[in-house]
């Protein structure tokens, strides 16, 4: 098992498509990538579009992970916009391909994700996770920690108000008082 990463692909109109497939595929599989299934091409392309400006034209990072020539996974460094953060990314629209679960891939994605980070001169790496998944578990085997929650913050359902969990990576700081710590 392994993966081909690429760091800040050239965003060509075929690998957009590609990457929109993708968002559509893991969430139709019930990933919590930012939409709740079914949801069409269409819909994604509604938050797509923007993220991959933020790319293209701006300061966010993407990482690529490819099985032999198929894109089968991809996170997101956000760069926090604010002058005090420049210190950290948030990791979003953190996503593999369903049919490739259970093969280690998600983990693999990860540490690529935090040897990127370290190698950027990152202190620290933050995700949000939708709670009621059980990705919590996931991320805190990968040395995360919970570091707060937002009560009912996410609607998937009307009546189905999910908490937003706050995970934490520590890459750089190890005060054991400091938050950095994971």
Known sequence: M??????????TDELRERIVALWVDVTNAGGAVGFVAPVTTDEVRTIADPTLAGIADGPD????????DRLVAMAIFTDPRFHLKTHLRVLTRVM???????????EVLMREAERVARDLGLAALHVTVRDGLGLDR???RLGYRE???WPGALRVAPGDDRDEILMWLGLADN??????VG
């Open 96 to 106: 593999v391909h369903p049919d490739t679960q259970g093969r280690g891939f998600g």
């Open 147 to 149: 570091v707060g929650r």
């Open 2 to 11: 392994s993966l081909r990463f690429v760091l800040d692909p050239e965003l």
């Open 175 to 180: 005060r054991p008082d400091h938050p950095a």
């Open 138 to 140: 996931f991320y805190r």
């Open 61 to 68: 990072r993407l990482l690529l992970g490819y099985d032999g």
